[in-house]
């Protein structure tokens, strides 16, 4: 159903965002029994931009049936292999405080195939515990960890003080990619991909609303 | 320098994030005392696409000075406006487990102007005490206090099978957009502003960046 040639182009981090939501619309219309949907259906349900949707898609192949739209489980099944959720990922889980606390007990990491695989932290009261199965280790123990867990991405949830050291040590430990909440900025080498979660842009998507709408 | 027209089209919410970015790139200048920059110089430094730039400015106005750009400042203090972040959002984070402290202790939040002002938790251990200054409620004591605060913006923090009550309970408080972390589907009326913030998505962005790359 689609060419997988999505090699050419350099894709849009934007445009994977969506893929994102794509799938997870996706999801929904075929927990509801959806067979096929048009990109228009699909962009009034969802509130999206159909234009945009074709735009995101053709990137990646070509996924509609001229006369039916697309099919959904199909499209779905597609978007899931392209995204690389077509298998599990072990995850490295790097500070256990609040945050880290948080981000581990967030089911949507392991709904998607993100298995936190170990938890790294210098908290003496920590280390060496088993959180729910998975063990805690020191930070000076990492590269063999990560190694013997054949991890790849991290997920950073450590003060912003310590995120330079520690993502130095992931990156040395053969970390390829690192999803940071720390509020700083970091340093990786170029084929270490990072991508820095800043919850407040959230909030703005929110005040701009607000604020437009003169309250 | 630019006309405060913001209120024609009707702005996706994508450019709104990208807004967000921009306004973050432009500190960034501002700190390294650049003083004017072009939409090109812009999207080189900061990986970003310049004729998207342009798009998403001139929804708002005409930004740029011919032969110069944009004044790093000037715009910053524009896009600022624009996202309502030229003034302080009171708001209410409901739910003071993990996920909550986290919030409370997350830094970005305050340096854009949110100001946590209520936490809401129905624990009794929680209740009535005072987090650095903020006091914790009983969620039956939410309309009072978010009226009495002016509280606009909440941040929802519970587990998923409370969230739909908790909701409720804010919109009747009067409550006109929620950030939500709960990992369920909310119902709010037509004049509240939900937005749903899913962390997988960007664990996502990863996992396609590696199996993009084969790894």
Same mark, same amino acid.
């Given at each position: 159903m689609a060419r997988s040639s999505y090699r050419l182009p350099k894709i849009p981090e934007m445009t994977v965002r969506r893929l994102s939501v794509y799938s997870r619309c996706l999801r929904e219309l075929e927990e509801d029994g959806v067979k096929t949907i048009s990109s228009q259906e699909l962009a009034e349900r969802f509130n999206l931009n159909s234009a945009q949707v074709r735009k995101d898609l053709a990137y990646f192949g070509e996924f509609g049936v001229r006369g /039916?739209?697309?099919y959904v489980a199909g499209l779905r099944a597609e978007l899931q292999k392209i995204l690389g959720l077509d298998r599990e990922w072990p995850v490295a889980l790097v500070g256990f405080g609040n945050l880290g606390s948080a981000l581990f007990n967030y089911r949507g990491f392991g709904r998607q195939g993100?298995? /936190?695989a170990a938890i790294f932290d210098d908290d003496p009261a920590k280390v060496g515990r088993d959180v729910d199965g998975v063990p805690v280790f020191a930070v000076v123990d990492m590269a063999r960890e990560v190694r013997a867990r054949s991890i790849q991405i991290a997920i950073l949830a450590v003060p912003a003080e310590g995120a330079q050291p520690v993502t130095d040590a992931l990156v040395a430990a053969g970390i390829k990619a690192v999803l940071n909440f720390a509020p700083s900025r970091l340093r990786v080498p170029r084929d270490v991909r990072l991508k820095d979660v800043d919850l407040s842009i959230e909030l703005e998507t929110l005040s701009f609303y607000l604020a437009k709408s003169g309250r």
């Open positions: /039916i739209g697309y993100f298995r /936190i």
